[in-house]
């Protein structure tokens, strides 16, 4: 059964420009959650979708949104980029709600 | 707010070593606990835990979970060049009474590198 796929591996930007990351969760689960990961600040939760709705979100400021598709497939996307908004994005997915997240490889983000 | 402390958050062994890595929470009411590996990117699932002094196990490693003291703790034992990563806990908070499902709290992890 194939893993979390994350598209793309890498990312260049510059600051003002968005930016969309894809990510397609393993075959039959429906809970698909973002992270950002940053030296200083570790692993923190952005938001999570289940069956096309958002259920939760982080404390981050409203240029990052995201979206689920009907097959699960979801999306993020961050407007007026930052330098600080540079980072590894990883995608998780589980089963339902509650369920053991698997991690996708992520998309290295660099804001120039 | 929540928080997950883990410590050390780094450490340096010999191959053959035993390691312990801790983790201490404060969330109040949490469902489980997780522990993950992460090398390059995607972080990988080792354990979770949800009942207070019950052992899992996998190969070399093991974890257990302290409900009363909140802690968790994660062992390596006969430590290899290929355990070097970072070791992430993360705690889930109990589903919301809206059926949404909180988010996971990790700590910042501990760098584990294990020398030949």
């Known amino acids: 059964k194939a893993g979390v796929t994350q598209t793309p591996r890498y990312l260049i930007k510059t600051r003002g420009q968005q930016v969309t990351l894809s990510c397609s969760p393993i075959?039959?689960?429906?809970?698909v959650s973002w992270y950002q990961q940053t030296p200083g600040q570790g692993l923190q939760f952005l938001f999570e979708?289940?069956?096309?709705?958002?259920?939760n979100k982080g404390n981050f400021p409203g240029r990052f949104s995201g979206r689920q598709f009907s097959n699960s497939r979801s999306e993020m996307n961050v407007s007026t980029l930052e330098l600080g908004d540079s980072a590894l994005y990883l995608c998780?997915?589980?089963?339902?709600?509650?369920?053991?997240?698997?991690f996708g490889a992520g998309t290295r983000l660099s804001v120039l | 707010e929540d928080k997950v402390v883990q410590s050390p958050l780094s450490l340096v062994v010999h191959e053959g070593d035993t390691v312990t890595l801790n983790c201490s929470y404060e969330?109040?009411?949490?469902?489980?606990l997780l522990w993950y590996k992460q090398e390059k990117k995607a972080p990988t699932f080792l354990f979770m835990l949800t009942s207070s002094g019950i052992e899992k196990k996998s190969g070399r490693l093991s974890s257990i979970l302290d409900k009363k003291e909140l802690f968790s703790i994660l062992n390596i034992t006969a430590t290899q060049t290929g355990d070097s990563a970072v070791y992430l806990c993360a705690v889930e908070p109990v589903v919301s009474s809206n059926g949404g499902s909180e988010k996971l709290v990790f700590g910042k992890g501990t760098k584990l590198t294990v020398n030949p």
């Open positions: 075959s039959g689960h429906r809970s």
């Open positions: 979708y289940f069956s096309e709705t958002q259920r």
């Open positions: 969330v109040t009411n949490f469902r489980s």
């Open positions: 998780a997915s589980s089963l339902y709600q509650g369920n053991i997240q698997y």
